[in-house]
């Protein structure tokens, strides 16, 4: 009986074993699920504010060019320009804007 006891101790303190670390992979994985998610939130806005920050020189070299008196009809292919479509035919810097100052 004492053996019996002895080997179902073990067997439970096994399990309990493999019950914490099958809840420690969980947390490990649920961690680093939100990291990767924070990042990817952080990306995406940094993404956004490029574009915005290329719409914004977009707009500004318009107007520069329309009050130096070009015709408007020049300046529709510059109006036309969507950083948008750049960046999803972008395939060498992998959707990165690249860096305008």
């Known amino acids: 009986k004492a053996e019996r006891d002895a ?8 399990k309990d074993e493999i019950l914490v670390e099958i809840s420690e992979r ?6 680093e699920r939100q990291v ?3 990042q990817a ?4 806005a940094q993404r ?5 920050r ?3 020189i977009r707009n500004r070299k318009v107007q520069e060019l329309l009050d130096q008196g070009v015709d408007e009809r ?5 109006q036309g320009y969507k950083p948008e479509n750049v960046l999803l035919k972008d395939y060498k810097l992998g959707g990165r ?3 305008i100052n």
């Not at 969980?26 to 961690?31: A, D, P, Q, S, T």
């Not at 020049?74 to 510059?78: A, G, P």
């Open 36 to 38: 990767f998610l924070a």
């Open 26 to 31: 969980e947390k490990l994985r649920k961690k």
């Open 74 to 78: 020049y300046t529709v292919q510059l």
């Open 48 to 52: 956004e504010a490029d574009l915005e």
């Open 97 to 99: 804007v690249p860096t």
């Open 41 to 44: 939130k952080t990306e995406q």
């Open 7 to 14: 080997k179902l101790r073990a067997a439970h303190a096994h």
């Open 54 to 56: 290329l719409r914004r």
